[in-house]
């Protein structure tokens, strides 16, 4: 089985993608995580690019992790002394080999040069005691032949390893093999590729070219990254695991963890139907998927959650079956006689036919209806006030009933939204451990005076539930929504 190294650029070109900046704890944090998920080589950033990210490389050089940390570079004496001095080990250098490129960016020079500038920058940076990983920047759209002189003359300067980067993702999987086959034929030190994904296709790139010689590929988690984005990391890895044999050094169960913290640093939102790490990669909502999921899950999962740290979810929706119905009965262990289930499941399918998301807590007031179960709320709002406004910390005041004791709690939050559930996760705090999943608001109609309808996710234990707050008031809504999942999980 052939093990192929794993450079992981989340922190330098996914930082690059626009609007994601990430402080020095911040890198600190996805550098220990990368790490733990078990990465070769972490780009830690551009230490030439600003005093933050010089101290961010610095700092995660100096943290004792494992994987190799490495400064991305220009064939510039600068680049590579900031980068030294930041006592990054290796350097990802980069020159330009198209002649759109070379001409853009050195307009009175050509390629002859750039094999010189590259030459004197790989010594310089060997005589910094750099490990030097050198690249040829759009490369895809450069002459092979000249991308075969340039490495030649970077080996013989003694760089370590060689990177072929599909910079505007204009590669194809034919490409990429015919093209690998030929530069590993040519040169004895690894060959790394580096994609993006401007036409859907970095993943199926960087495995033909991994398949054809390349031992080593870059990427980032989640794929962002510059425009349409890098490579997936999650995806590349299963998809090399699963499909062609190959190994990789990352501890598959930490990748789900890791997506969730590089989404919450970078704010970058993970699609839901995204493979691997987006929401519903293991999500089942219609009838015929759940009912033969429940009697063998690889029925409809190609691999089980739990291969990448995740858990399988069911969910109703107008796509329901009965199987899906006496699952979600069992797990709140109600019993139903056939006429009564044939009603819960009209029921949601006319919810989910009225263009809703049905939520758990949707499902458990049908059930309760239709089986005449008067269930007593166990946690009542009695009162709630907030106060926010230009000079103000937002802070909300709630008097809750939970299982008829009367609690009242003061939180601030960054809005009033937040204050609000603050509060009321501060006031139930002392009856369970509830934490906040995730939570989705949207506007129905389109005023200022629109009917708000929030959904969210709660977990307590290994229970994860959805519920619903439709309101005109965004705080009410939200809080509604929050009572609602922890009446379902208290
Ligand atoms: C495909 C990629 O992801 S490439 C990596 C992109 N990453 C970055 O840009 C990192 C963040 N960048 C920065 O902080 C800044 O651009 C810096 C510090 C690198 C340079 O800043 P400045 O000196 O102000 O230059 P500026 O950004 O305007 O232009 C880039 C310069 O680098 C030159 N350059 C671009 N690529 C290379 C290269 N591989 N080697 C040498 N010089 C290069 C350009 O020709 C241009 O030079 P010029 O100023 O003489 O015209
Ligand atoms: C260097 C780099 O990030 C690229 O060519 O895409």
Redesign the pocket.
């Known amino acids: 089985m052939k093990e192929v190294r794993v450079f992981d650029t989340t922190l330098?070109?996914g930082e690059?993608t626009p609007g994601v900046s990430l402080t020095v704890e911040q890198k600190l944090i996805i550098a220990s995580a990368l790490d733990k998920l078990g990465v070769d080589v972490i780009e830690a950033g551009?230490a030439?690019?600003?005093e933050g990210?010089f101290k961010a490389i610095k700092e995660i050089s100096n943290a004792g992790l494992n994987a190799e940390i490495c400064s991305?570079c220009?064939?510039?004496k600068e680049?590579i002394d900031a980068s030294a001095d930041a006592e990054a080990d290796s350097i990802f250098m980069?020159?330009?080999s198209s002649d759109i490129?070379i001409k853009?960016?050195?307009p009175d020079k050509g390629r002859e040069d750039v094999i010189e500038?590259s030459v004197s920058?790989i010594e310089y940076a060997k005589e910094r005691g750099l490990i030097v990983e050198f690249g040829a920047?759009?490369a895809s759209r450069a002459d092979l032949e000249f991308i075969v002189e340039l490495f030649r003359n970077a080996v013989s300067a003694k760089a370590d390893r060689l990177t072929y980067?599909d910079?505007v993702g204009v590669l194809t999987p034919e490409k990429a093999e015919s093209i690998m086959k030929r530069l590993t034929s040519e040169f004895n030190v690894p060959i790394a590729i580096h994609c993006h994904d401007d036409f859907g296709l970095a993943t199926i790139n960087t495995v033909y070219a991994i398949k054809a010689g390349a031992s080593e590929f870059h990427a980032t988690v989640n794929g962002i990254g510059?425009r349409a984005g890098n490579a997936a990391l999650e995806e590349i890895v299963m998809a090399l695991e699963f499909h062609y044999g190959f190994k990789t050094s990352i501890i598959k169960e930490n990748i789900y963890e890791t997506s969730k913290l590089v989404e919450k640093l970078t704010r970058i939102v993970i699609p839901k139907h995204k493979p691997i790490v987006g929401e519903y990669a293991f999500t089942h909502e219609s009838g015929i998927h759940t009912s033969a999921i429940m009697r063998d899950t690889s029925t409809y999962e190609p691999i089980t959650p739990e291969m990448v740290g995740r858990k399988r979810q069911l969910v109703l929706g107008k796509h329901a079956g009965r199987a899906s119905i006496e699952e979600i009965m069992k797990k709140l262990g109600y019993k139903a006689d056939k006429n009564q289930m044939k009603e819960i499941l009209v029921r949601v399918k006319e919810l989910g036919d009225k263009g809703k998301r049905v939520t758990d807590a949707d499902v458990k007031t049908i059930i309760e209806t239709v089986l005449q179960i008067k269930q007593e709320k166990k946690v009542k709002l009695e009162d709630l006030s907030i106060v926010s406004g230009m000079h103000i910390m937002p802070t909300a005041s709630v008097k809750l009933r939970i299982n008829g004791q009367e609690i009242i709690e003061a939180a601030t939050g960054l809005g009033p939204v937040d204050a609000a559930i603050n509060a009321v996760k501060k006031a139930v705090s002392e009856f369970a451990d509830i934490k906040l999943v995730s939570y989705h608001v949207d506007a129905i109609t389109g005023g200022t005076d629109a009917l708000v309808d929030v959904i969210v996710q709660l977990s307590r234990g290994d229970q994860i539930v959805t519920a619903r707050g439709a309101r005109t008031d965004i705080i009410m809504a939200s809080v509604e929504a929050l009572l609602e999942g922890l009446n379902m999980l208290i």
């Open positions: 330098r070109d690059q551009t030439i690019a600003s990210d991305f220009r064939i510039k680049d980069v020159a330009p490129h853009s960016k050195f500038m920058a920047e759009d980067a910079t510059e």
